[in-house]
């Protein structure tokens, strides 16, 4: 026993300062664990692991013992000697036995002493925490396993709490099954921002402003020692607040070193240096980064140092769940680059970076890679790197990140690249920015002349991409006969891998020859297409299926579009489980439903669109709110129709996306004015500039006659003049372009503008105008959502008994309904009587009138009234719609 000599300072509990701050319930967790054998506090240096245990312990009545770990603690002999002695400066009898042992120099094995301890600690007369601090330093097999053993069959009186950087090699998978221990780790110990402000007052001696408590909390993410440095420099009148405080600070940089880097190997030390030039890392890019660094035997396949990394003794931290990216602390990845610096070349470092941005770009991390191709070439080879995944990154799915990608360039190295500005172009083609693009495409075929390099591949794409917007952009305008030129010159220069454009180009054809009066034409061009289309679904036919839903949309024909909603709907199960697509063609469904009045289908229909999980992402949530909106406002659900409209300007405000707020602003006034909140709409109205007029309408609303709406609600003379001239000129241009859909609604609202005038014989006529084209569609809701003015023309052409005349009874029909006027008052399906629900139960399962007069014994007559009174009272137009309406309110609960 004599050549082991005791250290009493080891078996000391360490000072606490009086400035500490304990995040959380940390104490109260501390104390809790108490009824388990073991207590782990795993986390990198610097989350204030020792003093937590330390302050707790001085806040406790129970019995306690410290040991303070180092290497030369690590042979089993000497950790079970330290042990005994920590365990007896509590209580000073403990552990004989074993003591005699140690005492008389037998040469014990570890699993003798295992034994040995745990009968020790099995008598121990009271309760007693030990501590084992900086257990990171035990490199021993051996007394990893004595640890392990007196685990294995715990004594009651006896709780360790084991303190150290990275997990012990422990059997921690058993402790965890057994529920034998408790864990606090670095999350647990990161300091919130209230607790940063806190530490930081405490140190400095004084109240911090915003801009230092701001950086700190950016740059220490919690980190308790980064934040005391940080106090530390704001103390000693170092400005701590701007940009100087980071990992190459004195204090920060010192702390690394002795603290961090200290005794680390060479080859982890370069490792390191290395990785600091990365966001995040994995296995295979540590690899690929390291390269010659390390030898086969010390880093193979990147395996060895990620492990290194990863084990937690480092300021190195998981990104995700997945545990297959880490990242370094902000300040020590600072520190890092500094020391990358110092160590390394410029020309050295470069090859890091081209190094990296080879590999990301393989694994298709383009922004990643971007921004170190621009570190280590220039921005020129940077641009080429993005150039190189045009075609992928020209889809609607991608925007965002394309957007990304070119905001890491320099901004005169897209301004100069005819490739990344046609990049450009189409980001603002599909965030809805058309007036912008005209310009672009003159700068990019100017650039294009000029240049004398340009392969032939990107010849063809450049030609081809242009052509395809130019194609769109004179459909917006109404020049049809250019658009279809212009689209089927695209095609001739675009390549078959480029779908994007393609798509583009073959919808412009289409749309453009319906323009022109050639529906059959524009239809076929469509199936062409769809016949022609390479793949993926996600790519090519789905957006051909949609563009052709919206030709049938504005043709008005609302069978053919529910044909082809079916057929959309089919290719999105077949696209690999495409919730997008699913959503879509639910989008075209609810439209047809909402229109013919069966509000029930539509809601059922387009409820599940917005769950879609790919929704958000084709864009097309808005205009599934909008429909949805108008539904609950039909149904009388007011306040939850305003909900939804209101929830998403304020997305599309959030999120900058100004086409679309553009849209739903119109929506909320539309909607206003249905509410009889005129004054919101004319507020609107005031803000609104109609110009310019596209004729191309797809969706389900158009702002321009939002507003011819509001200045024919405001009943001044100029308004009505206002909205006179606006919806004239929107009839001529939108007869001409053959688009039908809001061809009706402009000469409903001539009708509805001449009856407030008094004109009621005009009015008639415009009137009959209208229905006549909306009968073939069935549509209904159109005339309904324009208001109550209708009701007298419309009254008066159903007298006159003409070919229109059943359609006008259907709206009528739909007018008259008392809960339509009064919004909200009357409660869907309340007051359906005992037989009605009888009867409504045997519609679900689709017995007919014949079946359902058999079964309750009643007439036909009686069935045929009753069905009528269910059809009224749940607001439904078919047995089907009524069945729908009735399980969607819970009515048929037992199905």
């Known amino acids: 026993m004599s050549s082991i000599q005791i250290v009493r300072s080891k078996l000391q509990r360490p000072r606490v300062s009086r400035d500490l701050i304990v995040p959380g319930d940390l104490l109260a967790r501390l104390e809790t664990a108490g009824s388990r054998p073991l207590t782990l506090l795993v986390a990198p240096a610097g989350y204030g692991k020792t003093a937590l245990v330390a302050h707790w312990l001085e806040g406790r009545a129970g019995l306690a013992a410290w040991l303070s770990l180092d290497q030369t603690d690590s042979d089993p ?45 099995g008598v121990l007369p009271a309760p007693l925490v030990v501590v084992l601090d900086d257990y990171q330093r035990i490199d021993s097999p051996q007394t990893h396993a004595l640890l392990d ?89 170092d400005d701590a607040g701007d940009a100087g405080f980071g990992g190459s600070s004195p204090q920060v940089w010192q702390y690394f070193v002795e603290e961090v880097m200290a005794g680390q190997s060479a080859v982890a030390r370069e490792g390191l240096y290395r990785t600091s030039i990365l966001e995040r890392f994995c296995v295979p890019l540590c690899a690929a980064l390291l390269g010659e660094v390390a030898a086969p035997a010390q880093c193979p396949g990147g395996h060895s140092f990620f492990d290194f990394v990863a084990n937690g003794g480092l300021l190195c931290f998981p990104v995700g769940e997945s545990g297959k990216w880490y990242r370094h602390h902000p300040l020590f990845r600072e520190f890092l680059q500094r020391q990358l610096a110092v160590h390394s070349s410029p020309a050295e470092i470069a090859e890091m970076h081209r190094r990296a941005a080879l590999w990301l770009e393989t694994q298709g991390l383009l922004e990643e890679a971007i921004a170190h191709a621009l570190a280590a070439d220039g921005a020129t080879i940077a641009g080429q790197l993005l150039a190189r995944h045009r075609t992928p990154l020209m889809e609607r799915q991608q925007r965002q990140r394309l957007e990304h990608c070119l905001r890491i360039l320099p901004a005169d190295t897209v301004e100069n690249s005819p490739l990344l500005l046609l990049l450009k172009a189409w980001l603002l083609h599909h965030q809805g920015r058309h007036v912008e693009i005209p310009t672009l495409l ?150 047809v439903y909402y229109q013919r009045n069966e ?60 086409p679309a707020l553009f849209r739903a602003q119109a929506r909320q006034a539309d909607l206003a004015l249905r509410q009889g909140r005129l004054d919101e709409a004319r507020e609107w109205a005031r803000n609104f500039d109609p110009d310019p007029i596209h004729f191309g309408y797809r969706f389900s609303n158009v702002p321009q006659l939002t507003l011819a709406r509001v200045w024919i609600a405001e009943g001044s003379g100029e308004g009505r003049e206002q909205a006179g001239r606006l919806l004239q000129l929107l009839e001529g241009e939108l007869a001409a372009r053959c688009n039908v859909r809001f061809l009706i609604e402009v000469l409903a609202l001539q009708a509805m503008l001449q009856q407030v005038q008094g004109e009621t014989t005009a009015a008639c006529e415009v009137l009959a105008r209208a229905v006549a084209l909306a009968q073939p569609g069935g549509f209904i809701r159109l005339f309904v959502d324009l208001g109550q003015e209708l009701v007298p023309p419309l009254k008066r052409l159903h007298l006159a008994r003409g070919s229109s005349a059943r359609h006008v009874a259907h709206i009528l029909s739909a007018f008259d309904d008392e809960w339509l006027v009064s919004a909200g008052r009357q409660q869907v399906g309340a007051d359906l009587t005992r037989r009605e629900l009888k009867i409504l139960k045997l ?53």
């Open 77 to 121: 002999v000497v950790f079970a000697t330290y042990l005994v002695a920590a365990v007896r400066t509590a209580i000073p009898e403990a552990c004989a036995e074993t003591w005699e042992c140690l005492e008389a120099g037998r040469q014990e094995s570890p699993a003798q002493l295992a034994g040995s301890l745990s009968n020790d600690f």
């Open 149 to 237: 053993a007196i685990l294995a069959r715990p004594a009651n009186a006896l709780h360790l709490v084991v303190i150290a950087r990275r997990d012990p090699p422990l059997s921690l998978g058993a402790l965890r099954v057994r529920q034998a221990i408790d864990e606090i780790r670095w999350r647990d110990l990161q300091l919130g921002p209230r607790e940063t402000a806190l530490l930081l007052e405490r140190c400095a001696g004084h109240t911090v402003d915003s801009p230092l408590l701001d950086r700190v909390q950016t740059c220490a993410e919690g980190w308790p020692v980064g934040v005391r440095l940080a106090a530390l420099a704001a103390r000693h009148g």
């Open 442 to 591: 003159e700068r990019i075929e100017a650039l294009h002349e000029c240049s004398v390099d340009a392969d032939a591949a990107a010849s063809a794409f450049l030609r081809g991409g242009v052509l395809a917007l130019r194609s769109l952009q004179r459909y917006l305008e109404g020049s049809a006969e250019l658009a279809l030129t212009t689209a089927e010159l695209a095609l001739q220069h675009l390549p078959d891998d480029c779908p994007p454009a393609r798509v583009i180009a073959q919808a412009v054809i289409a749309g453009a020859r319906q323009m022109c009066g050639d529906l059959p034409g524009a239809r076929q061009s469509i199936r062409d297409a769809l016949a022609r289309a390479p793949g993926p679904i996600d790519e090519c036919q789905a957006p051909l299926v949609a563009a052709l839903c919206f030709i049938d949309w504005m043709a008005a024909d609302l069978s053919a579009l529910q044909w082809t909603a079916n057929q959309y709907c089919r290719i999105g199960e077949i696209a690999s489980g495409d919730a997008g697509g699913l959503a879509l063609g639910r989008y075209f469904h609810g439209l």
């Open 599 to 658: 509000l029930a289908l539509a809601e059922a229909t387009l409820l599940p669109a917005l769950a879609a999980p790919k929704a958000p992402r084709l864009g097309y949530r808005t205009e599934v709110s909008f429909v949805l909106a108008a539904v609950y406002q039909a149904l009388g659900q007011a306040d939850r129709a305003r909900q939804i409209i209101d929830s998403v300007c304020a997305h599309l405000l959030r999120t900058g996306d100004g």
């Open 843 to 895: 519609l679900a399962v689709r017995l007919s009138n014949v079946e359902i007069s058999e079964e309750l014994c009643i007439s036909r007559a009686t069935v045929k009234r009753h069905t009528q009174n269910i059809y009224r009272k749940l607001r439904a137009s078919s047995r089907r719609e009524a069945v729908v309406r009735a399980r969607t309110l819970n009515i048929l609960t037992d199905g």
